[in-house]
């Protein structure tokens, strides 16, 4: 699917300023969301105790902060946050970050 069908698909679970968040919760153990960050904003930053996640960026480049590191993002890097790893994006550029999170599915999230 291209990301104007799983925009169709996803349900829009926030928009604002910062950013706006879709989630495809279709499949039974993982959740699907993609992130377009607006330029020169951060995430708000958080961590999961009990769900790995993985990071793919699609557009857009910007900084990473997981667990003790900080990893400079392009589009086409993956990264990997393991579960209990505070983690956050900061857009350092002038268009939009946008990203895929894939992660289990938790409570309060994708379930």
């Known amino acids: 699917m291209d990301i104007r069908e799983y925009k169709q ?7 604002n300023e ?3 968040v879709y989630d495809l919760s279709e499949l039974k153990h993982l959740n699907v969301s993609l992130t377009e ?4 904003k951060s995430t708000a ?6 769900a790995d996640e993985v990071y793919v ?12 590191k900080t990893l400079a993002v392009k589009a086409g890097d993956i990264v990997l946050v393991p579960a209990g790893d505070f ?4 857009n350092q550029g002038e268009k939009n970050l946008n990203f895929w ?3 289990e599915k938790y409570e309060g ?3």
């Open 18 to 20: 910062t950013y706006k």
């Open 45 to 50: 930053g958080h961590s999961h105790n009990d």
């Open 37 to 40: 960050l607006e330029p020169k």
């Open 101 to 103: 999170a894939i992660f």
């Open 87 to 90: 983690h956050k994006v900061h």
């Open 9 to 15: 698909r996803a349900k829009l679970i926030k928009d």
């Open 109 to 111: 999230r994708g379930k």
């Open 57 to 68: 960026f699609i557009d857009g480049e910007g900084v990473m902060e997981v667990g003790e």
